[in-house]
């Protein structure tokens, strides 16, 4: 079956590095998500690596992808205030139309 | 360029109303999705569509339905509202599946008392 868990809350002090983990059930993954949702806004596409990858790097963002534990983890250098938000891991494969989300893991930055 | 745009922001509505959740899209997405956000969990998908005429059911369908009749727009109905229909709404929008990322609106709360 399809599923994907994260821990609901991370804190961590600014200036420190976050790492949001998720796990997912389906080996058949093709490619995974890290979403980004801001208070009262949608969700936004932060970055994706595809399943025969097992890291990417994107500026701050470090994305790590153990296939085989199927684990998945998105690191955050220099935490800022401007990155509390929830993040969502999500899934997909190239044959489905649609994307398996977690439930999302809420990041606050304290001073 | 809008992206995804969905009206209204907020609506409350009584227990048995109907009303229509709009979504359009000025991307030229073949794929548009509609997912609802209860407080303190993840995504549900509710309907999504692969192109105009095409529309099949998510995980939690039950009590909405969608129509797809253009490229652009994919509005989701509440025939009858219910409390338990309390949620933010989210329209996503992408030009494909699998490697193609879901651009979201900025979603629809709705409250049904």
């Known amino acids: ?111 | 360029n809008a992206g995804v745009t969905q009206t209204p922001k907020f609506r409350i509505l009584k227990i048995g109303q109907s009303m229509t959740l709009q979504c359009t899209q000025d991307m030229n997405h073949n794929y548009m999705y509609w997912y609802r956000q209860d407080p303190g969990m993840g995504l549900k998908l509710i309907y999504y569509s692969v192109g105009a005429g095409i529309t099949d059911k998510g995980e939690v369908p039950n009590g909405y339905n969608v129509s797809r009749s253009t490229t652009e727009d994919f509005p989701l109905r509440l025939e009858l509202a219910a409390p338990s229909q309390t949620s933010v709404y989210f329209c996503a929008s992408s030009y494909g599946s699998g490697d193609q990322p879901q651009h979201f609106g900025d979603g629809t709360r709705l409250s049904i008392l």
């Open chain 1, 1 to 111: 079956g399809e599923d994907v868990e994260q821990s609901l809350f991370l804190s961590v002090r600014e200036g420190d590095s976050s790492v949001i983990n998720c796990t997912y059930t389906d080996s058949s993954s093709t490619y995974l998500y890290w979403y980004k949702q801001e208070p009262g806004a949608g969700l936004q596409l932060l970055t994706y690596i595809f399943s025969n990858m097992d890291m990417k790097q994107d500026q701050r963002l470090t994305v790590l992808l153990n296939k085989k534990d199927k684990h998945l983890s998105l690191r955050i250098a220099d935490t800022q205030t401007g990155d509390s938000a929830i993040y969502f891991c999500a899934e997909s494969y190239s044959s489905a139309s649609k994307i398996i989300f977690g439930s999302g893991t809420r990041l606050s930055i304290r001073p």
